[in-house]
């Protein structure tokens, strides 16, 4: 008989990962030192029967692993300027972008299990290098002005209530051109490409040139797409995302403030009474302004009291003026500027506006969202359920209506 060196036997097997628990319950198979030995069978091979993971796997409505969280704007706001005479914005820093982290996620710097949103901030006269990647993104400005973003070599500016969307692959920048600082939110889908293993990143330059450094009025993707119901017939445009790169808040604030008016001349404009709404959307086709974002901006009247709401997927909201009470499933909270919660797929959503000329210069609250719904509706997985107290009856729709 001969014997094998030890050191030619090969590392051990390692632990399987997979563990069975062998349960009394109804509609599980009865507990016998045979489905215990089948069991060790297959951690040892690496398989999970179905029987024994459907309620997690195969729940009767979506159990989010997301909470619903509420984020205050002036903690953020303080942290992110303490961070700004800190931590520098170049390489290393990488733009002082400041994750929202939801606190069902396990300290990952998601928003949801397919959302990002953060908080950036960018101090007097400092530039954010250059970069590329290939999640889609925005950025949102709740107060502020004075920063340009410079997408593919055109100074885009940035003011208080602009929506600039940022399809992904696109080199950017951004440059502080006053003595003040300033913060807006970011929204990235990079959790869903994380999760699908389909991100790419890329270095650019680490200064912005002279001509790049100007700070137009206008940018020229504006001066181009920028003019309500025109399409230029010369320019073609074949990359994902709008080619628009701001939606200016004056284009919005009338939107929104029409509807509300429209409505009390007795016509139909608004999702429901006193809740005016509007999409942003690519100029070139009509479609979502990104291919897995959706955006939008909500304006509720003073004491009107939204339905409330399911959603296959998750959103994010930013309060951009105004106050009212906002519940999400179980969490009821008072909001006021600023401030940034989330929503988790198919939790209940309603909010109340408290908000009048003190508190809003619209006199109403008025709320940034976005979202995933772009995903779901592509895999053909958006449902909505609304619950309507006036009829005490639930619609529920295959496709987006809000």
Do not use: C
Not at 50 to 74: F, N
Not at 266 to 271: L, S
Not at 335 to 347: A, H, K, M, N, Y
């Amino acid at each position: 008989m001969t014997s094998t060196p030890a050191d030619t036997l090969g590392p051990a097997p390692a632990e399987s990962p997979v563990k069975l628990r062998a349960v009394d319950a109804p509609g599980q198979p009865e507990v016998t030192p045979e489905l215990e030995d089948l069991y060790r069978g297959f951690e040892a091979e690496l398989l999970v029967p179905l029987w024994t993971e459907i309620g997690g796997l195969m729940p009767p409505h979506p159990r989010s692993s997301a909470v619903p969280h509420l984020w205050k704007w002036d903690r953020l706001v303080g942290l992110a300027d303490q961070a700004g005479r800190i931590v520098p914005v170049g390489r290393g820093g990488e733009r002082r972008a400041i994750a929202l982290a939801n606190p069902g996620l396990g300290g990952r710097p998601f928003a949801s299990p397919t959302l990002w949103a953060a908080i950036q901030y960018l101090m007097p006269g400092e530039d954010a290098p250059e970069h590329r990647h290939t999640q889609h993104a925005f950025r949102f400005v709740v107060e502020g002005s004075g920063v340009w973003t410079v997408v593919g070599g055109d100074p885009v500016p940035m003011n208080r209530g602009d929506f600039l969307p940022q399809a992904g692959w696109n080199w950017h920048a951004h440059h502080n051109a006053t003595d003040r600082p300033m913060a807006w939110i970011d929204g990235l889908d990079i959790p869903f490409q994380y999760l699908t293993e389909a991100q790419f990143f890329e270095f650019g330059r680490d200064e912005i040139s002279d001509a790049e450094r100007i700070t137009p009025e206008r940018s020229r993707a504006e001066r181009l797409w920028g003019h309500p119901g025109l399409r230029p017939v010369g320019v073609a445009h074949t990359t994902p995302g709008s080619p628009l790169l701001s939606y200016k808040w004056e284009h919005t604030d009338r939107a929104l403030a029409d509807q509300l008016a429209l409505e009390k001349e007795g016509h139909a404009a608004t999702v429901e009474p006193g809740h005016a709404a509007v999409r942003y959307t690519d100029p070139a086709d009509g479609t979502d302004v990104l291919p897995t974002l959706r955006a939008e901006f909500h304006r509720v009247a003073r004491g009107a009291e939204t339905a409330p709401v399911r959603e296959t997927g998750s959103s994010v909201y930013q309060v951009f003026d105004g106050s009212g009470t906002v519940t999400v499933g179980d969490r009821t909270w008072s909001v006021t500027r600023g401030d940034l919660f989330v929503v988790p797929s198919w939790e209940p959503f309603s909010v109340r506006s408290e908000a009048g000329p003190s508190d809003s210069d619209s006199g109403a609250l008025d709320l940034f969202r976005f979202g995933d719904a772009p995903v779901f509706e592509a895999l053909k997985l958006h449902r909505t359920a609304t619950h309507r107290t006036a009829t005490h009856r639930t619609a529920t729709h295959r496709t987006a209506t809000r």
